[in-house]
């Protein structure tokens, strides 16, 4: 499966942005994705993870209460929902697909990245 982010922006401290992540080729029901994101010189870090079916999803701390993510399987798609945004939100994000059972949050559980897309939140 081959995934592609966009959605990225400038946006202002307590703005709202919704990310989309889409599926070019292969199955795309049969992975779980994850969203993820790289700030400048640092590591690639865990935002958010939904299952197969979209009935399962899991968020890292930062993020929890102010991002969703959803997935809508008949468009290939799914979505990061970010609300509430903050400066520290400022970021490359990206969407990847695993076929490992249970939560993964380690990008090496994780292939098929597309390209990022940035987000900046300005104060």
């Known amino acids: 499966v081959q995934l592609q982010a966009s959605g990225g922006g400038l946006v202002q401290a307590g703005d709202s942005l919704r990310l989309s992540c889409t599926a070019s080729?292969?199955?795309?029901?049969?992975?779980?994705v994850g969203w993820f994101r790289q700030a400048p010189g640092k590591e690639r870090e865990f935002v958010a993870r939904?299952?197969?079916?979209?009935?399962?999803?899991y968020y890292s701390d930062s993020v929890k209460g102010r991002f969703t993510c959803s997935r809508d399987n008949a468009k290939s798609t799914v979505y990061l929902q970010m609300n509430n945004l903050k400066p520290e939100d400022t970021a490359v994000y990206y969407c990847?697909?695993?076929?490992?059972?249970?939560?993964?949050?380690?990008?090496?559980?994780?292939?098929?990245w597309g390209q990022g897309t940035l987000v900046t939140v300005s104060s």
């Open positions: 080729a292969g199955t795309f029901r049969n992975y779980h």
């Open positions: 939904i299952s197969r079916s979209g009935g399962g999803t």
């Open positions: 990847a697909a695993s076929s490992v059972v249970g939560i993964q949050t380690d990008p090496a559980a994780f292939g098929s």
